[in-house]
Structures are given as structure tokens and as C-alpha cells.
């Protein structure tokens, strides 16, 4: 049975692991998941290839790490509102998350992460690259890491998600219900991350607006700065999909961007997003 010899493997980026010697159609026992969960946390996004997996057997993996948050904005995939569609079809120019940010950042209880599983992808193109927010924090000056420790952020989903989103009309039928975007939230903009206890930097060029306190004119140039600084590619991996790859991030310890360079050809993924905590 190949779930008894789970193998994890670091990439040979700064973020990342493969996990081998599991089958996700068949049930995980708790220490397959105790292991998963342990990469997970070590590592920031796991990534397991070949899996053949139907929607029912998608949700049952990720319920295996907390409740399932059901996405206000994404199409879901027909009959499982558990699971959302990351689309792009051919005649379309815009791709979702196509930009570095971290899932849900606008939700007072943030997510822990997402689990997406590549259904339909292009003969070349559509990776993901993924950024580790621990390394970022790591790599700051001592000043500038006392300074962070006393600043909260402001996220919303009104200017991605809403009805005045600047691709709203390129991604019509991909994103749903625009008039559900009033999420704001405030975080730390240096959190701990909740299982590991490493600080990680937690904003994102995505869905944070300002520090709070200050004007966005103010807040700009100092989160820009942050921007640069937490993609240098130093601190990053990019992972290429094949169908039946699937990707699990830590939206607390990671930033995640998905190329748009596959233009006229299709991609189709699933995605579940898991439940989190509040963030201190």
C-alpha cells in the first residue's frame, strides 16, 4: 500500500517540497497525515504528482487538514461548491492570481491554505511560483524587522474581487457574485506563524492596502519596498504542472503567482481552500 512510505523531498528551491509514496485516492491514515501536515509546516507548499483523483476523494484530502472554506467569488466546479474553478480559457487575456499575493489575507480569519489540483493544462506554460514570507522576514535588518513588529495592515477584497476590479470584464463567468466584496480585515504585519511558531511576513501586494495609521499615499512606497524585498528570487521556487499535480500552500508562510504566458490555450484547476485561525 503506498501510503505507508510517504518520502519528502526539499526542491532545489528555497521553498517546497515533493512528496512521494502516497496514493490520495485511498484513505491517509493519521500518520500519513501527521507527515503531510509536518512538510507542510516545515516546508510551506508540498507538491504530489500523478494523483487521479475525483472531486469526492480532492474534498476528503483536505478536509483531512480542517473544515473547508467555501470561495464567495470563484465559479465552483459543477455540483461541488467545496471546490473552486481556477479557469483560463483561450480567448481570454487575464489569468486569476496573476500576481504575487496570499489567498484570503481580506478575511478576519485568514486561510490556513489551499489544495489545487491541476485538471486541464497548457502544452507549455502556467506555472506557479511560490515565495517563502519566513525566508523574507529572515533576510531583514534588525531595525526594520522592530519597526515591522509594531505595524498592522489593512487587506480587502473590494478592489480585486468587486464590481469596479480592473479585469472584471475579462473574467466574467470565472468570477462571481462581485457585490460579496466588503471584506477588510487588519493584521500584524509580522505574524507568528500559528503551528511553528517562525515569524513570517504577512502582507501582500494582492489585497493589502495600507499600514494602518497611515494614508495609502504614505503606506505605498513603504509597502513597495517590502514587495521587492519578499520576491527576490532568492526566496523562491516555481513549479511546473502536469494533470494530476496538486499543490498544497501555507497562505502563512507563503506567496504564491500564477504566469499568465500560455495565451490561447486552456487551463483548468481545483481548488479547495482549508479553514484557518485567527493570526497574532
Known amino acids: 500500500m503506498r501510503n505507508s512510505h510517504i518520502e519528502v523531498t526539499p526542491t532545489s528551491g528555497a521553498v517546497g517540497a515533493m512528496i512521494s509514496g502516497v496514493d490520495l485516492a485511498r484513505p491517509l491514515d493519521a500518520g500519513a497525515v501527521d507527515a503531510i501536515r509536518a512538510a507542510l509546516n516545515e516546508h510551506g507548499v508540498i507538491f504530489i504528482r500523478e494523483q487521479k483523483l475525483s472531486p469526492e476523494q480532492h474534498i476528503a484530502f483536505a478536509e483531512r487538514f480542517g473544515p473547508i472554506n467555501v470561495n464567495r467569488f470563484f465559479k465552483a466546479a459543477p455540483g461541488y461548491p467545496e471546490i473552486a474553478e481556477v479557469r483560463k480559457e483561450p480567448e481570454q487575456k487575464t ?13 478576519q480569519i485568514p486561510a490556513l491554505g489551499s489544495v489545487l489540483l491541476a485538471r486541464e493544462v497548457p502544452p507549455r506554460g502556467g506555472d506557479t511560483l511560490f ?61 507568528r506563524h500559528p503551528e511553528t511558531g517562525r515569524k513570517t511576513l504577512y502582507v501582500n501586494a494582492g489585497f493589502t492596502t495600507q499600514i494602518e495609521g497611515w494614508t495609502v499615499d504614505e503606506s505605498k512606497p513603504f509597502l513597495d519596498m517590502l514587495y521587492a524585498h519578499a520576491k527576490r528570487p532568492e526566496f523562491q521556487y516555481r513549479f511546473q504542472w502536469h494533470v494530476g499535480s496538486m499543490a498544497f500552500w501555507d497562505n502563512r508562510a507563503t506567496w504564491h503567482y500564477a504566469t499568465n504566458d500560455y495565451h490561447g490555450e486552456r487551463r483548468l484547476m481545483h481548488r479547495i481552500t482549508i479553514e484557518g485561525c485567527a493570526l497574532a
Open 95 to 107: 489569468n486569476i492570481g496573476g500576481g504575487w499575493h496570499t489567498d484570503h489575507s481580506y478575511d
Open 131 to 191: 515565495a517563502s514570507m519566513a525566508l523574507a522576514y529572515d533576510a531583514l535588518s534588525p531595525g526594520l524587522k522592530a519597526t515591522l513588529e509594531t505595524l498592522r495592515a489593512v487587506h480587502s477584497s473590494r478592489h480585486v474581487f468587486g464590481t469596479k476590479s480592473p479585469s472584471a470584464a475579462d473574467r466574467a463567468g470565472r468570477i462571481v457574485n462581485p457585490e460579496l466584496a466588503t471584506q477588510d480585515a487588519v493584521h500584524p504585519v509580522v505574524i
